[in-house]
T-cell receptor, first 113, second 110 residues
Framework: NAGVTQTPKFQVLKTGQSMTLQCAQD?????MSWYRQDPGMGLRLIHY???????DQGEVPNGYNVSRSTTEDFPLRLLSAAPSQTSVYFC????????????FGEGSWLTVV | SQQGEEDPQALSIQEGENATMNCSYK?????LQWYRQNSGRGLVHLIL?????REKHSGRLRVTLDTSKKSSSLLITASRAADTASYFC??????????FGRGTSLIVHP
């Protein structure tokens, strides 16, 4: 049972570089989301998707893009990395709306220098 | 902005003691969930309580919900060193997306 798989686990970027964090789930979940976690800030929602072809912004969307071409995949793109985007990123999925169990990936540690 | 806020921010206890952490929120909810995060790992779902429920149990976990006070508590009985982790509450209202608090960091000393 793979669940939610994120890659890469660790990444160092230079300011201005772009990259994509990959997220895949094998549970046929409609709902997927990306969070970032910073010390003392808890989890903040970046973008989310309620199904293939549908995405929306969360609390902190600036500097990030997402797309949802398939049910399984929900990549997060950093367009031009900034030191403020140094964080731990979590992808998550859920089968239904309004509070079913959310399954999280193991996280991607990103450092922007 | 974050809906749920956990209290205390940090909790340090001895193995065998009970650990209680609280979550307060501001607007009406459909349900509230508690998650655990071990250091360097993703969040793991512990328990969900719906707005029409007052108490729920799962093993050594007991969750209460008081919608009139907009608060919930998570009790871990007979704590073990393996319970050392951060605990988060997540609230869900009218939309899908749950919002998370900043978490309570629990340390259980052997």
């Amino acid at each position: 049972n793979a669940g939610v798989t994120q890659t890469p686990k660790f990444q160092v970027l230079k300011t201005g570089q772009s990259m994509t964090l990959q997220c895949a789930q094998d549970m046929n979940h409609e709902y997927m989301s990306w969070y970032r976690q910073d010390p003392g800030m808890g989890l903040r929602l970046i973008h989310y998707s309620v199904g293939a072809g549908i995405t929306d912004q969360g609390e902190v969307p600036n500097g990030y893009n997402v797309s949802r071409s398939t049910t399984e995949d929900f990549p997060l793109r950093l367009l031009s990395a900034a030191p403020s985007q140094t964080s731990v990123y979590f992808c998550a999925s859920s089968s239904d709306s309004s509070g079913n169990t959310i399954y999280f990936g193991e996280g991607s540690w990103l450092t922007v220098v | 902005s974050q809906q749920g806020e956990e209290d205390p921010q940090a909790l340090s206890i001895q193995e065998g003691e009970n650990a209680t952490m609280n979550c307060s929120y501001k607007t009406s909810i459909n349900n509230l969930q508690w998650y655990r995060q071990n250091s360097g790992r993703g969040l793991v779902h512990l328990i969900l309580i719906r707005s029409n429920e007052r108490e729920k149990h799962s093993g050594r976990l007991r969750v209460t919900l008081d919608t009139s006070k907009k608060s919930s508590s998570l009790l871990i009985t007979a704590s073990r060193a393996a319970d050392t982790a951060s605990y988060f509450c997540a609230t869900s209202g009218g939309s899908y997306i749950p919002t998370f608090g900043r978490g309570t960091s629990l340390i259980v000393h052997p």
